[in-house]
């Protein structure tokens, strides 16, 4: 053997331990990557199956209950096709209910949004006892709503409730708060004492404004007023933006407390007031009044597809007035 040859095997062999040495190396990499996706899905096992069981199992079985005529009891059902979509289409009370639910959300959200921002920014200040304000303010929205729909009933009651008992003081008549025209109001009333909800998310957003952009606005002498309208609201639009969403999403499937202050028994659907009688009233009713399990999944598979339109439409129009505060250095 020459020497060239000689050095072709020597070269060739430490190639095959260079690279069987990469390949040992590359395996313990390769088994901690694989160890770590194992872990991962191990803990998200339990929402993942509860995903399937719970939500996508049940609008898989709306959707083709939406296709049949059945009515949850009488075997006697049939396929329909579409035929529930047509009538949902052409039924003049179900674009009532959906105009009245527009109507609610289109009020309610941006009250409760401005409602919750106003006791954010009072609760940030520097206040004596402001934990415990805090606190208080926070409470209502942790009651659960079937107390709170029991409660608002109670106040309300036109015979015994406490608010006519305080308009009675002043000589006004006992008002009918739980019928037309004032229910509304009253579901308002409702929305707006749960805003805790929304506070606690607008503080944590204020909280997370940098101080040195307030302190650089008042040493070019902004008053407070532009302040928080140029500085503190442009950096919260992605917690407004959010806050829109989930608030629009709620409004729009707004239902138990429809129910519980409704005059009457639940069954009897014209114990709910006209004004509150919503697009998840409607579908409640086709339910469960009148049993018609088919065409209350097709209502409930279209009111899905308009969520999902609304939910892109806010996206839309809103992409050039949000303001994400990210450190440059972060994106690299």
């Given amino acids: ?30 088994s901690m990557t694989a160890r770590r996706h194992r872990a991962f899905y191990l803990f998200a096992s339990p929402w993942i199956i509860g995903f399937l069981l719970l939500t996508v199992a049940p609008m ?3 959707l083709w ?21 047509r009538e949902l289409f052409a039924d003049s009370q179900t674009w009532d209910a959906l105009g009245r ?19 954010a920014v009072l609760v940030n200040r520097p206040l004596k006892a402001r934990g ?15 107390g709170a ?16 008992g305080v308009l009675d003081i002043f000589g006004i008549n006992a008002l009918g708060w739980l019928a037309d025209p004032y229910a509304r109001y009253v ?9 805790g909800n929304v506070m606690i998310i607008s503080l944590a957003g204020l909280q997370d ?61 014209t114990a709910i007031p006209q004004s509150n009688y919503q697009y998840m009233m409607h579908v409640f009713a086709e339910y469960f009044a009148f049993g018609r399990y088919g065409y209350a999944s097709a209502l409930l598979w279209v009111l899905f597809v308009l969520i999902l339109v609304v939910t892109g439409l806010i996206f839309k129009f809103t992409s050039g007035a949000v303001f994400y505060n990210v450190d440059p250095e972060a994106k690299k």
Avoid at 2 to 27: I, L, N
Avoid at 187 to 195: D, F, P, Q, S
Wanted: hydrophobic letters at 50%; glycine letters at 10%; zero cysteines.
């Fill in 209 to 269: 404004v940098p101080r040195e952009l307030h302190e650089a606005a008042r040493i070019d002498g902004a008053s407070a007023w532009r302040t928080f309208r140029s500085v503190t609201v442009p950096l919260l639009s992605p917690v407004l933006l959010f806050q829109t969403v989930t608030g629009v999403i709620a409004s729009v499937q707004t239902v138990m407390p429809l129910l519980l202050a409704a005059d009457g028994t639940v069954v009897g659907v």
């Fill in 1 to 30: 053997m020459t020497v060239d040859q000689m050095s072709s095997v020597a070269g060739r062999a430490g190639a095959a331990t260079s690279a069987g040495r990469a390949r040992g190396a590359d395996r313990p990499r390769t």
């Fill in 132 to 146: 415990l304000f805090r606190t208080l303010l926070y409470l209502p929205a942790v009651i659960p709503p079937v």
């Fill in 101 to 119: 639910t527009g109507l609610f959300a289109v009020t309610s959200v941006p009250l409760s949004i401005l409602a919750g921002l106003g006791l």
């Fill in 65 to 85: 209950l939406s296709f049949t005529t059945f009515d949850g009891i009488s075997p006697n059902w049939r396929y329909v096709g579409l035929g529930n979509y």
């Fill in 60 to 62: 898989a079985y709306a």
């Fill in 149 to 164: 729909g029991i409660a608002f009933k109670q106040l309300f009651d036109q015979n015994s409730g406490a608010v006519n």
């Fill in 187 to 195: 579901l308002l009333m409702a929305v707006l004492w749960g805003a």
